[in-house]
């Protein structure tokens, strides 16, 4: 004990405490990952990395494997990869990385997540319209990917699930803070097509009022007409927050690609409404279905980044409370292995 004592090798908190022996974790033999992982659990409705995609893994998960198979430094290609859970576990681990995914909705989830909890991380996004030719492409090409990237140029989310189909005149929702703690919505209405009329805004209108909705965007690929625009004013304003706004705003996706942005309370992105939408049990604005993910098959998005990896250690989730000791261990066992 004597000689234990003066290797360091007992620590003693407070006198009369039971003295114990200090062990350091490359003396202990450990055990390595088994083929079988159970100690990482799936994201579950209230956690706090949720992002509402259907097929979410945990991050903890993403990076056991990125630790366990590559060095920083090195390029972590993920092919499908949804809400980019890689992508974030490549950025904090020091990774560069490419994420591709079919659809626009995975790739704003993604682009919302890095800006919010890595917000130094830089990447570019490929495969997005950059221009209004390139918006009309989208648009003769997959009306509902347009709606899907138009809802998020105005600063929106997709309407129920981003599912195909009857969507009640609602395409998208704004979602926004308007004081301390609240928070209300828009609706979203995209028209893709060459021709645009009044019906449009008068549908518009009743689709607030019936929904409960306190403004709406009238998002166009064509020029609105002069009645089309007489129409949103009368329509009046409303006051959230103390500010007065617009209750009809239109906007060409025109406008909109040169930063002409809705006039708003503060809006909320995927990533900061993912926790408010937990609690207070509305719909899960974000999924896909891999059914219609699958029936996608037209455009390939990209997403790559990696490059300010290296200052990122301190900024990140609360992740370790999602790995047991005993699995965090073994990780760094392996580590410790790989770089012997
Ligand atoms: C299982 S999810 C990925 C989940 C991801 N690991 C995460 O944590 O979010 C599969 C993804 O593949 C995408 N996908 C389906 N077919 C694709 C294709 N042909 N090319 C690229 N992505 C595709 C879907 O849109 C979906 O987001």
Redesign the pocket.
Known sequence: MQSLIEDGRIIQTRPGTVPQYKRYLDEMPGVPVSDDWDDIRPVNSQAHERLG?P???PVAL?ERIIETSSNPGDVVL?????????VHAAQKLQRKWIG????H??IHVIADRLSRWMPLARFKIYGQPRDVAGAQALADLDKYQFQWWATWLAGGQPHGGGKKGADGGIDGTLEFATGRGEQNWGVVSVKGGKNVGVDMVRQLDAVIRNEGAAMGVLVTMAEPTREMERWAVTAGHVVLGNVRYRRIQIRTIEQLLAGQAIDAPHLLTTVQEAPAKSTRGAGNKVA?S?AD??A??NM?LAITGGKAAGRQGALDLDEPALVSPRALDAVKLSRTRRSA
């Open positions: 995609y097929t979410q893994k993403l993920d092919p499908f990869c949804g809400c980019g859970t890689a591709v995914d079919i659809t909705l995975a896909l891999p993910a699958l996608q098959r390939l």
